[in-house]
């Protein structure tokens, strides 16, 4: 008899060491995403919209092999080009919610509370002719699994916020949601209650743009979920909530 609870002990204290081991990994991913968002964000901002592009391509491929690069040209003499970067932390699929097997809402609602999740970052830079066109930066942080319907009911799984700094607003699709009382900025969802999306132009103040650009990055590591974009943009949010 006390060798079989000498063994079960044994087997429970493995458990638990295995389990440790892996909230630690997790855990330690999250830190090294948050701190590349941060290095990735600083390298973004270093560039000038309006400037020459010959640094880009070497930015974009630095960081492509961190994540993803999406990259392409069109026009003759492929005159405009897009890359995108991004750079991701999944949980394994088993401690995820899915909205389509609601029987395993209550493994991803237990991991909502040791501070695990998934987030990204992501890049992205447009250059026209020779010159950056645009620059963006974007942020994704999962939500706990009880706040994904608090929104009218819609599915809203994760916080995601971009930031796009723009040479101006050429495209009508862009001039129309802008308010003349600050015409070089401004934030929509991206689709009814889901994120939050901000673009600004080159002549807005360079305040501002800086403002619009602060994204922080806690909501990735800190132990107890956000629930709101305004914790990972505020500026941005504000400036969404001020055109409610």
């Known amino acids: 008899m006390h060798s079989i609870?000498?063994?079960?002990?044994r087997a429970i204290a493995v458990v638990l060491c295995l389990l440790a081991a892996g909230w630690s990994y997790e855990e330690a991913a999250q830190w090294l995403l948050r701190w590349q968002g941060m290095r990735l964000l600083a390298e973004v901002k270093?560039?000038?919209?309006?400037?020459?592009s010959a640094n880009v391509e070497r930015l974009v491929s630095s960081?492509?092999?961190r994540g993803t690069l999406e990259k392409g040209c069109r026009g003759e003499?492929?005159?405009t080009c897009y890359y995108f970067v991004t750079i991701r932390?999944?949980?394994p699929s088993a401690l995820r919610g899915d909205p389509d097997r609601p029987h395993r809402y209550w493994i991803a609602g237990l991991i909502d509370h040791i501070g695990l999740r998934s987030s990204q970052?992501?890049?992205?830079v447009k250059t026209e002719n020779g010159l950056i066109a645009e620059k963006s930066f974007s942020e994704d942080v999962d939500l706990p699994v009880r706040d994904w319907y608090l929104r009218g009911g819609a599915y809203v799984p994760t916080l995601t916020v971009a930031s796009t700094e723009k040479i101006?607003?050429?495209d009508?699709?862009?001039r129309e949601h802008v308010d003349p009382a600050h015409p070089y900025r401004f934030a929509h969802r991206f689709k009814g209650p889901y994120g939050v999306n901000v673009s600004f132009t080159l002549n807005e103040s360079a305040d501002e743009r800086e403002k619009l650009m602060g994204f922080r990055f806690q909501c990735i590591t800190t132990f107890l979920p956000c629930r709101n974009e305004r914790e990972i943009l505020e500026e941005g949010t504000r400036l969404l909530e001020s055109g409610d």
């Open 121 to 124: 970052v992501a890049a992205g």
């Open 172 to 174: 009508f699709i862009w």
């Open 168 to 170: 101006d607003f050429r």
């Open 89 to 91: 932390h999944l949980l």
């Open 63 to 65: 960081w492509s092999k």
């Open 46 to 52: 270093s560039l000038q919209v309006g400037a020459s």
């Open 5 to 9: 609870w000498r063994w079960i002990r």
């Open 77 to 79: 003499h492929q005159q």
